[in-house]
């Protein structure tokens, strides 16, 4: 008899448990504006200032945290969230290979991604902006967001390019920042970062040499001489402007929002 009550007790707890779930997910109101976000719960990963970002434009926003922002998107999709909240980049590649996702168009914040040096190489930040500014005038620039933004799937494989003879370039990065710096397949580190970083070697005559770390890691890496320059969808701040010498922008975006389509 009492196993009997036991089994009763959980079947009606489970199925008091489904009904909630049910009707949290049924209560969620579809997006598909921006100013909708108002009150909503975003979906974050952990240890990240996306839902301090949030609060700035959202100030009565909800949040729920997940281990990365793969996991954030899924909850999404799967209805946990309303939102999930992070770099703009990053969300496009992510609703690019997983259908039923999208990124809205209007951002939570605006932030201008570059690469950095050490204060004193002024030389060497002249050059990668020199770099920049040749691929936008050319078209080249609009070609390599095509490869790694692209509309639908992954990013494209990346071109070989040419390595130089006079010496070797460090470049500090952080491979966890797909489209901007990741590991492909074939495991390769590969991304927009890396492709740009090339192309800034090229010109120097120098080879290519990719130190990957944690993203935390790699100002002190540069303070310390153990890389030349850094890239890995890197937010220009005046905080860091104190420490590093900053490239021109060569990519727009900040804190975005991806919703179910």
């Not at 969300?91 to 932030?111: R, Y």
């Given at each position: 008899m009492m196993a009997g009550r036991i089994t009763?007790?959980?079947?009606?707890?489970?199925l008091i448990a489904f009904l909630i779930a049910l009707n949290s997910c049924s209560k969620r109101e579809k997006i598909t504006e921006f100013d909708q976000l108002k009150g909503k719960e975003f979906a974050v990963?952990?240890?990240t200032v996306a839902d301090a970002l949030v609060l700035s434009t959202f100030p009565d926003a909800k949040f729920r945290y997940f281990n990365s922002v793969l996991d954030a998107c899924l909850a999404v999709k799967g209805g946990k969230a309303d939102a999930a909240a992070y770099d703009e980049p990053i969300l496009k590649n992510i609703a690019a290979k997983n259908p039923g996702l999208i990124v809205l168009p209007?951002?939570?914040?605006?932030?201008?991604?570059?690469?950095a040096v050490r204060q004193e190489d002024a030389d060497l930040k002249n050059v990668i902006d020199s770099v920049i500014s040749d691929l936008r005038s050319?078209?080249?620039y609009d070609v390599m967001l095509k490869r790694w933004l692209p509309d639908e799937g992954a990013p494209s494989p990346m071109p070989e390019i040419e390595a130089g003879t006079d010496g070797v370039l460090k470049f500090g990065t952080s491979a966890v920042t797909e489209p901007f710096s990741f590991v492909d397949g074939s495991q390769e580190i590969v991304g927009l970062d890396i492709e740009i970083a090339s192309l800034v070697a090229k010109r120097l005559n120098k080879k290519l040499e990719i130190v990957n770390m944690d993203f935390g890691a790699m100002i002190p890496a540069l303070i310390a001489t153990k890389v030349d320059m850094i890239g890995a969808c890197i937010?220009?701040?005046?905080e860091r402007a104190q420490k590093v010498l900053f490239s021109e922008s060569?990519?727009?975006g900040g804190i975005a929002a991806l919703i179910k389509e």
């Amino acid at each position: 008899m009492m196993a009997g009550r036991i089994t009763k007790s959980l079947m009606t707890f489970s199925l008091i448990a489904f009904l909630i779930a049910l009707n949290s997910c049924s209560k969620r109101e579809k997006i598909t504006e921006f100013d909708q976000l108002k009150g909503k719960e975003f979906a974050v990963p952990t240890g990240t200032v996306a839902d301090a970002l949030v609060l700035s434009t959202f100030p009565d926003a909800k949040f729920r945290y997940f281990n990365s922002v793969l996991d954030a998107c899924l909850a999404v999709k799967g209805g946990k969230a309303d939102a999930a909240a992070y770099d703009e980049p990053i969300l496009k590649n992510i609703a690019a290979k997983n259908p039923g996702l999208i990124v809205l168009p209007k951002m939570i914040t605006t932030d201008n991604y570059g690469f950095a040096v050490r204060q004193e190489d002024a030389d060497l930040k002249n050059v990668i902006d020199s770099v920049i500014s040749d691929l936008r005038s050319n078209g080249d620039y609009d070609v390599m967001l095509k490869r790694w933004l692209p509309d639908e799937g992954a990013p494209s494989p990346m071109p070989e390019i040419e390595a130089g003879t006079d010496g070797v370039l460090k470049f500090g990065t952080s491979a966890v920042t797909e489209p901007f710096s990741f590991v492909d397949g074939s495991q390769e580190i590969v991304g927009l970062d890396i492709e740009i970083a090339s192309l800034v070697a090229k010109r120097l005559n120098k080879k290519l040499e990719i130190v990957n770390m944690d993203f935390g890691a790699m100002i002190p890496a540069l303070i310390a001489t153990k890389v030349d320059m850094i890239g890995a969808c890197i937010t220009i701040t005046e905080e860091r402007a104190q420490k590093v010498l900053f490239s021109e922008s060569y990519y727009t975006g900040g804190i975005a929002a991806l919703i179910k389509e």
